[in-house]
Structure formats: structure tokens, C-alpha cells
T-cell receptor
Framework: DAKTTQPPSMDCAEGRAANLPCNHSTISGNEYVYWYRQIHSQGPQYIIHGLKNNETNEMASLIITEDRKSSTLILPHATLRDTAVYYCILVGKSSGDKLTFGTGTRLAVRP | DTGVSQNPRHKITKRGQNVTFRCDPISEHNRLYWYRQTLGQGPEFLTYFQNEAQLEKSRLLSDRFSAERPKGSFSTLEIQRTEQGDSAMYLC?????????FGQGTRLTVV
């Protein structure tokens, strides 16, 4: 019963921006939007998170709509090493920060 | 301290045997989580500890599973009387704030 909806797969060309969408229309006021990714045969890796403001770090940018019902993860210059499964997850701070993963978006970066 | 360490990385066992996995979290991380991941699916939450206290257990954690975190440091996950359905990747994560750091997992194969 994942609370987020993501496309199962996407691709983009190396060097171009990758924009990964996520719908979370039932998000609660105290839930944060988190993004993790999982490269094949490795554990998930934290990317970024936000509550309602847009966020940027050295890995990516997170754009959250004003109504908070959807968000977009942006990898500004995708490389082949960004090929991975990307998970959009809602985390409530009263839930011990446990992560409820869906099936994510499999991003393939093309040379 | 270079990250979350899990041992062994791979385990093959016969059905009915008991297995134990170990997780060494990042030093001073007070939260420790166990997840299970089967092929093609996102990780599923099993349980988490705040220091030595086990605060939540998923209904996925049957009575054949037990987890401990003595003294709030390393943790062990034991599966008794293994079944073929227990074959999966078992992931450990630790955190002290917003970001969870995952180990590379222990891949269990029950034959």
C-alpha cells in the first residue's frame, strides 16, 4: 500500500537532465518527501528530502508542488553511474523515520 | 568508520536450518533498521531499534524471526527453521537524523 506513484521506467541521454516524477496526492501535513536510489546489487542511497520548499544539494534538486501532491527529482547532468532504481517515499516524523518503499522508477542513462 | 557493515554478504542454507546475520551500524547512530528485499521489489521494513530498544516490528516478522541490538551497538537478525520463502536480500540501515545509511546487505538463499 505504497502512498506514492512513480512511472516504472524512464531513460535519458548522458549529460542531459533527468526529471523523475512522483505523485503523492494523499500526503499528510507532517510527511516529508524523501528520495533514495538503489544501484544494482547495492543498498539504497539517500539523495534528498523536503517538506514543502524546493531543495537542492550536490546530487540533485527536489521540486515540490505548492499543494504538495506531487514532486519531481531532478538530476541536472545525468551520467551512466546514475543508472539505478529511484524511490520516492513519504516519511512521517512520528513513524520512527522508517521507509516504506514502492517499486520505484528504473532510470536508464544512455551513452 | 566507513559505513554500515553487514556479514556475511552471502549465505546459502538448507531448509530448516537456522541462520544469523550481523549488522554493524555507523558509530553513534542511535537508530538501526532491518529491511528485506526480494527480486524486483523495493525493500520492505522489518523492524527498528532506538539504541537497544526494539520499537517496532512489522507483521512480516514472523515468530521465526528475532532481532537484537545488545548495548545499542551492533545488531543480529536470526531466522529459525528457514523456509524457501525466506530467500531474499536482508538490508540493515542506521541513522541519527534524517538520512538513513544502508549496508550492502546479506543475500540469503534457502535450498
Amino acid at each position: 500500500d505504497a502512498k506514492t506513484t512513480q512511472p516504472p521506467s524512464m531513460d535519458c541521454a548522458e549529460g542531459r537532465a533527468a526529471n523523475l516524477p512522483c505523485n503523492h496526492s494523499t500526503i499528510s501535513g507532517n510527511e516529508y518527501v524523501y528520495w533514495y536510489r538503489q544501484i544494482h546489487s547495492q543498498g539504497p542511497q539517500y539523495i534528498i528530502h523536503g517538506l514543502k520548499n524546493n531543495e537542492t544539494n550536490e546530487m540533485a534538486s527536489l521540486i515540490i508542488t505548492e499543494d504538495r501532491k506531487s514532486s519531481t527529482l531532478i538530476l541536472p547532468h545525468a551520467t551512466l553511474r546514475d543508472t539505478a532504481v529511484y524511490y520516492c517515499i513519504l516519511v512521517g516524523k512520528s513513524s520512527g523515520d522508517k521507509l516504506t518503499f514502492g517499486t520505484g522508477t528504473r532510470l536508464a542513462v544512455r551513452p | 568508520d566507513t559505513g554500515v557493515s553487514q556479514n556475511p554478504r552471502h549465505k546459502i542454507t538448507k531448509r530448516g536450518q537456522n541462520v544469523t546475520f550481523r549488522c554493524d551500524p555507523i558509530s553513534e547512530h542511535n537508530r538501526l533498521y532491518w529491511y528485506r528485499q526480494t527480486l524486483g521489489q523495493g525493500p520492505e521494513f522489518l523492524t527498528y531499534f532506538q539504541n537497544e530498544a526494539q520499537l517496532e516490528k512489522s507483521r512480516l516478522l514472523s515468530d521465526r524471526f528475532s532481532a537484537e541490538r545488545p548495548k545499542g551497538s551492533f545488531s543480529t537478525l536470526e531466522i529459525q527453521r528457514t523456509e524457501q520463502g525466506d530467500s531474499a536480500m536482508y538490508l540493515c540501515a542506521s541513522s541519527e537524523g534524517s538520512e538513513a545509511f544502508f549496508g550492502q546487505g546479506t543475500r540469503l538463499t534457502v535450498v
